[in-house]
């Protein structure tokens, strides 16, 4: 049986909008059901975005990226835009389900909103 391994290779990412956009990862989290998981990366957007003036605050984009768990497996991605200091709270894992339960602000006030994910669709609840 013939083993072939190719070695590591270093280099340096020249892409501005990739280097850009690895610097904006503020976190990410993972959370799996029983069929898929979903990755979510909290992306910062550029300074005053999150639109409180007088304040270099910032709104954040969530990517959520869904595999399926196979060999090749089915992917989506979907992104909630804007969303400011979000921090999960609480997770309901369920098979075919994932819950979770964010706590942002909106316009000044703490408020807390449900996404609900399964592999094709994602709903916001506030």
């Known amino acids: 049986m013939l083993l072939f391994q190719t070695d ?5 990412v020249e892409n501005r909008d990739q280097i850009e956009l690895f610097n904006s990862i503020k976190k990410i989290e993972r959370f799996e ?3 898929f998981r979903v ?15 007088g304040t270099g605050e910032v709104s954040n984009d969530l990517f959520l990226a869904i595999s399926e768990f196979d060999e090749f497996p089915r992917q989506n991605l979907f992104v909630l835009r804007d969303i400011v200091n979000p921090k999960v709270v ?20 703490k408020e807390t909103s449900t996404l609900s994910i399964t592999f094709d669709k994602v709903t916001f609840n506030r």
């Open 90 to 109: 609480k997770t309901n894992l369920l098979y075919d389900e994932i819950e979770l339960t964010i706590e942002h602000r909106s316009s000044g006030k």
């Open 39 to 53: 990755n979510v990366l909290f992306i910062e957007n550029p300074p005053g975005s999150a639109g409180f003036e």
């Open 8 to 12: 590591p290779q270093l280099e340096k």
């Open 33 to 35: 059901a029983k069929v």
